[in-house]
């Protein structure tokens, strides 16, 4: 075999590969890759475009663009116990403390998204875009807590109604905080080295109870 007719396969040979690449690209980076991949969070962002998909797509795209390369970090085991530990003491707060209950949560999912790796707390917008293209199911409860802790206080007849929704935002960013402070995917499954191992991952009380259940 010569050595151009050698040249000629390996050129080929690489062509092709590159647009096999392209194509898996291609088709992770459309419309039904992007639904795939953000799952409930395409419909959110659909809708905060006005039902604009063509819009809502391109924000989803150019967040994978920035963060689809993003290495999340191992935490050790000591920082996923403290993790834990700093979660269960705000919970057994919220009752007497329902917003400062909520203000802990909130930096602890800053903090613990950033010891994974995601950008710092700071810059909230870009740490729940990242957090979004990684963690698409699980991330609205992040924003809900943010969104409790950032609304103003209400009069006595508004009270209740956000009690209920710190309640709510907390029960739903549990399920965020378990993702982030579990250990690697392989793990899954597994139990969880005593993080919500009392609760199954979910606060002690009902949506319509004032106090935690009795054990």
């Known amino acids: 075999m010569s050595t151009g007719l050698i040249i000629a396969i390996v050129i080929v040979a690489a062509v092709v590969v590159v647009a096999a690449l392209l194509a898996v ?7 039904q890759g992007l639904k795939r991949r ?14 604009d998909t063509k819009a809502a797509e391109q924000e989803l795209a150019e967040r994978v663009q920035r963060h689809g390369g993003l290495h999340e970090r191992e935490l050790e085991p000591a920082e996923r116990e403290r993790y ?10 919220f009752v007497d403390s329902p917003r400062e209950s909520v203000a802990e949560i909130d930096r602890l999912l800053a903090e613990l998204a950033a010891d994974r790796g995601f950008p710092a707390g700071a810059d909230y917008e870009e740490q729940v875009a990242a957090l979004s293209v990684h963690h698409a199911e699980h991330v609205d409860g992040y924003r809900r807590v943010h969104r409790a802790v950032q609304a103003p206080v209400g009069g006595s007849p508004q009270g209740q109604a956000g009690t209920e929704e710190m309640r709510t935002a907390m029960i739903e960013a549990r399920s965020l905080f378990d993702d982030l402070v579990t250990p690697s995917s392989h793990e899954h499954g597994r139990h969880r080295a005593g993080v919500g191992a009392d609760t199954g991952g979910h606060l002690p009380w009902s949506a319509d109870q004032s106090r935690p259940k009795e054990s």
């Open 25 to 31: 690209r291609a088709r992770g980076s459309g419309p």
């Open 38 to 51: 953000f799952g409930p969070e395409y419909e959110r962002t659909v809708a905060q475009h006005g039902g």
């Open 84 to 93: 834990a530990a700093r979660w269960t003491t705000a919970q057994e707060h």
